[in-house]
Structures are given as C-alpha cells and as structure tokens.
Nanobody, 124 residues
Framework: QVQLAESGGGLVQAGDSLRLSCAAS????????MGWFRQAPGKEREFVSA????????YYAESVKGRFTISRDNAKNMVYLQMNSLKAEDTAVYYC?????????????????WGQGTRVTVSS
C-alpha cells in the first residue's frame, strides 16, 4: 500500500516556474514507478511525465519536453516535477501516481495509487 500527497501547486504567471512534490508513504516506495498526470476542466486526464523505480529512465509528454523535469529521491520517498517556462495551457490539477508497471508508464489506467492532486493555474 502506498499513500501519496502532492504539494507545490499555485497561481503563477506565464513564464514562471513551479516545483511540485509528491510525498509517498510505505516501505516499498522504491519498488514503484511514479508518474505525473494532469487534468484540466472538461478534459481527459493526460500523461505529463514518469520515472522508473530506479530513476534511470524518464518519460515526458511532447507538450512538456524541455520544460519539465521529473526526479525522485527514494531515500526520502519523494518525487518531484520541476516545471519551467509555464504556459496557460499547463493549467490543470496535477496528480502523482504509483504503480509497478513496465515502461513507457504513460497509461494512467495502469497505475495503482493516486494522490489527491494539486492545482496549478498559469495566467497569461
């Protein structure tokens, strides 16, 4: 069992940066691949980024590649999403998720555990 809690969302202007954090509970956190997904009002949940259990491989949606960076610290049971050069279209609720799944980790239906989400609003 893994419990996840996101933090770090907020209201920023276009071009600004934010770092989202996801704190995980559970002794087996390092066994899980972790993903970040987002959902904007009236839209489907979409993949943003993911990282394998070891941190050796990372994956990004084309829309965020080059602007967002995912990382994890297994010693602290933490996953991060550094978001730079934010755009209005990045506005959404961001969720972190955990799962023991094979790459490429982009399908939200494959994940087993989810946080409650943190809202990111980017004003243009």
């Amino acid at each position: 069992q893994v419990q996840l809690a996101e933090s770090g969302g907020g209201l920023v202007q276009a071009g600004d940066s934010l770092r989202l954090s996801c704190a995980a509970s559970g002794r087996t956190f390092s066994s899980y691949s972790m993903g970040w997904f987002r959902q904007a009002p009236g839209k489907e949940r979409e993949f943003v980024s993911a990282i394998t259990w070891s941190g050796s491989s990372t994956y990004y949606a084309e829309s965020v590649k080059g602007r967002f960076t995912i990382s994890r610290d297994n010693a602290k049971n933490m996953v991060y999403l550094q978001m730079n050069s934010l755009k209005a279209e990045d506005t959404a609720v961001y969720y972190c998720a955990a799962g023991v799944i094979p790459p490429p980790l982009t399908n939200w239906r494959s994940y087993d555990y989810w946080g409650q989400g943190t809202r990111v609003t980017v004003s243009s």
